[in-house]
T-cell receptor
Framework: NAGVMQNPRHLVRRRGQEARLRCSPM?????VYWYRQLPEEGLKFMVY????????ESGMPKERFSAEFPKEGPSILRIQQVVRGDSAAYFC?????????????FGEGSRLTVL | GDSVTQMEGPVTLSEEAFLTINCTYT??????LFWYVQYPGEGLQLLLK?????DKGSNKGFEATYRKETTSFHLEKGSVQVSDSAVYFC?????????????FGKGTKLSVIP
């Protein structure tokens, strides 16, 4: 499967635990974007990364959330000390370059449930 | 800031019915407009796009025309099939320098019954 791969597909955490979501972009893509979809809401931009660089994290909550895209391996979205309001679908997307034409390739999403 | 409003679902249609999903937007300048589709169990994928006023995007029998005067980008299909059952998202990308964020609507779930 040459598409964007996200795992886990479903993750359940208790309040205060940590959640780690992984995203492997499409082959040949070096730009990764994370979006969050809260219940009954549209997808909201969180962060844009290139290899070893955070380009724009203006959509990330100021605390508890972090993202990285190392030189080797998948991009990781990390949520520390999760709260119920973090329950959402987290989508990763990739593009071969800055998606000036607007086309992103999305993964199937990771659904986080916080008990 | 930029925003996208699309009709709420769910929408249920019989096979071969005509489909319209309304989408309006608020943005400064000249945004690019998109429809993304998410089939069950899959990620979002680009369905069609239009980058300037009066452009018509089309794909798989779906069409949408960029109407700047009404700030709209309604999705239409003349005859839907069961395989069109999915969630449809309208989105825009701003025209500012360095703009790469997509702004999405909430999505409209379409169910087509035989």
């Amino acid at each position: 499967n040459a598409g964007v791969m996200q795992n886990p597909r479903h993750l359940v955490r208790r309040r205060g635990q940590e959640a780690r979501l992984r995203c492997s972009p499409m082959k040949g893509h070096s730009h990764v974007y994370w979006y969050r979809q809260l219940p009954e809401e549209g997808l909201k931009f969180m962060v844009y990364l290139q290899k070893e660089n955070i380009i724009d994290e203006s959509g990330m909550p100021k605390e508890r959330f972090s993202a990285e895209f190392p030189k080797e391996g998948p991009s990781i979205l990390r949520i520390q000390q999760v709260v119920r309001g973090d329950s959402a679908a987290y989508f990763c997307a990739s593009s071969p370059r800055t998606q000036l034409n607007g086309e992103l390739f999305f993964g199937e999403g990771s659904r986080l449930t916080v008990l | 800031g930029d925003s996208v409003t699309q009709m709420e679902g769910p929408v249920t249609l019989s096979e071969e019915a005509f489909l319209t999903i309304n989408c309006t937007y608020t943005a400064t300048g000249y945004p690019s407009l998109f429809w993304y589709v998410q089939y069950p169990g899959e990620g979002l994928q680009l369905l069609l796009k239009a980058t300037k006023a009066d452009d018509k995007g089309s794909n798989k029998g779906f069409e949408a025309t960029y109407r700047k005067e009404t700030t709209s980008f309604h999705l239409e299909k003349g005859s839907v099939q069961v395989s069109d059952s999915a969630v449809y998202f309208c989105a825009l990308k701003g025209s500012g320098a360095g703009s790469y964020q997509l702004t999405f609507g909430k999505g409209t779930k379409l169910s087509v019954i035989p």
